[in-house]
């Protein structure tokens, strides 16, 4: 009889960030979006460079950004002038070029978010738009010369973007028009082989999202009416924004990838 030939499973070479360093920007707690992607790209074999918000949030963010070997750990706070620069000009010095960028910060002032949009302040405004959207383009100004041979820049976004969601208020504008950044970024940097994502999760608890009205109501409606009936984890978040980040991804670009369980077909 003929011999049987074991089948080899072989790595798959494009999903894998082994060899890629980038920086990942959002990191606040264990369950934060942001975690769940670095732990992730990490166990793809990527490098990190992680930042803190603050001294107030580093003691939360060391243990994580040990547990992942961050090669760069340093505060950041993009309403602080210098501080965006200065972590660009430490990821220069050290690394020398860049692979990826994961932009997944955002804020509102809480009586802005809470209100009804058509009352929000001009500043509460500005503040939600420079904070949620304006950085990440200013990431990428500061991203664009470091990535040499191409690479991928990821931000957060949210289905309030596209869809009316009323405890979401003002950050629903804000989101679409990161969303429309993203589409713009894409086209403005793909000759130089960058792609541009957004990833919009469903919901999930996390610090950030705790600051929504009636955020417990949206959970409880996601589950029930997403057809998987149930939510996603920051690990599932992780698992596409990495893949996003990999070469196994290198034909696309300027898409809203959405991980919420399908929420958005029927939402």
Not at 128 to 157: K, Q, W, Y
């Amino acid at each position: 009889m003929p011999s049987e030939t074991a089948v080899v499973q072989q790595p798959n070479p494009f999903a894998s960030l082994a060899g890629k360093r980038g920086l990942v920007v959002g990191v606040a707690n264990e369950h934060s979006i942001a975690y769940g992607c670095a732990r992730a790209i990490h166990q793809l074999g990527g490098a990190l460079a992680l930042t803190y918000l603050n001294d107030r949030a580093k003691p939360y963010v060391a243990p994580l950004a040990d547990e992942l070997g961050a090669e760069i750990f340093m505060p950041l706070d993009v309403e602080q002038p210098g501080q965006l620069e200065a972590v660009f000009e430490r990821i220069t010095q050290q690394w020398g070029k860049l692979d990826f960028v994961l932009h997944a910060i955002a804020y509102a002032p809480k009586d802005d978010l809470h209100g009804r949009v058509v009352d929000c302040s001009a500043e509460g405004f500005a503040r939600a738009m420079n904070v949620s959207c304006h950085s990440f383009i200013r990431m990428a100004h500061l991203a664009e010369p470091l990535m040499t041979d191409g690479g991928a820049m990821v931000t957060m976004s949210y289905y309030g973007a596209q869809k009316v969601i009323g405890s979401y208020g003002m950050m629903g504008p804000v989101k679409a028009a990161l969303e429309s950044t993203v589409r713009y970024l894409a086209i403005e940097l793909g000759p130089k082989r960058i792609r541009v994502h957004a990833v919009s999760p469903g919901p999930i608890k996390t610090r950030a999202a705790s600051g929504i009205d009636h955020f417990d109501a949206l959970l409880e409606q996601a589950a029930q009416r997403a057809p998987e009936h149930q939510l996603v984890s920051i690990d599932e978040v992780g698992a596409v924004t990495a893949m996003l980040l990999t070469d196994a991804a290198r034909g696309m670009t300027g898409n809203i990838a959405f991980v919420d369980a399908g929420y958005h077909i029927v939402g």
